[in-house]
């Protein structure tokens, strides 16, 4: 919960979908129990990564509440290290994936579609929806609205421990705020 600014715990970087994105207008800031994500410009990503602990197996979930555009995903993340992370994205419309984010390029450097689908779970517009993501063993699911939304079984990249994390992201469209009521990391 973000009863407090909790922000001294967390590492933040933005990453950019277009050359001409400003990084500086991607702000977080904890105000009346919320952790706000605040972007005002196109194809920016804001991460922030738990830094106290890393974990093998963990269950990590959010309440996101979208107060801003219709156009963005909030992702969570497990097992983030040098070596790369899991990620898991939902997006405003409706659409979700699973990702390996490769960073050294052991299999393919980058983000690598491991899962791509829809659900009607997903409330959509100025909604407030739960997301939870399961890293436990080679086995990752998601969770929308405490529905199962996908399972996925990796052979492929075996990321194995690291860190937990969320993201939000704006598209083409800006503002995206979306504020998130609590980060809950527990075993699976």
Request: aromatic residues 12%; glycine residues 8%.
């Amino acid at each position: 919960e973000f009863n407090t600014d909790v922000l001294g715990d967390w590492t933040n970087f933005v990453t950019l979908g277009d050359s001409k994105s400003n990084k500086s207008k991607a702000k977080i800031t904890v105000e009346n129990g919320k952790l706000i994500f605040t972007l005002e410009d196109n194809y920016l990503y804001s991460y922030l990564i738990f830094d106290q602990n890393t974990y093998e197996d963990v269950s990590v979930e959010v309440s996101a509440d979208n107060r801003g555009k219709n156009n963005n995903n909030v992702s969570l993340l497990c097992r983030y290290s040098e070596d790369g992370w899991y990620e898991f994205n939902i997006a405003s419309n409706g659409m979700f994936n699973i990702l390996a984010y490769d960073a050294t390029g052991i299999v393919h450097k980058g983000y690598n579609a491991l899962v791509t689908d829809g659900s009607n779970a997903i409330k959509m517009g100025k909604e407030t929806n739960v997301y939870k993501a399961v890293c436990s063993g080679k086995t990752l699911m998601l969770y929308i609205n405490g529905e199962e939304s996908a399972s996925f079984t990796d052979n492929k990249y075996g990321l194995s421990d690291g860190k937990v994390g969320v993201s939000i992201s704006s598209f083409n469209v800006y503002p995206i705020i979306v504020e998130l009521d609590y980060f809950d990391i527990q075993l699976p």
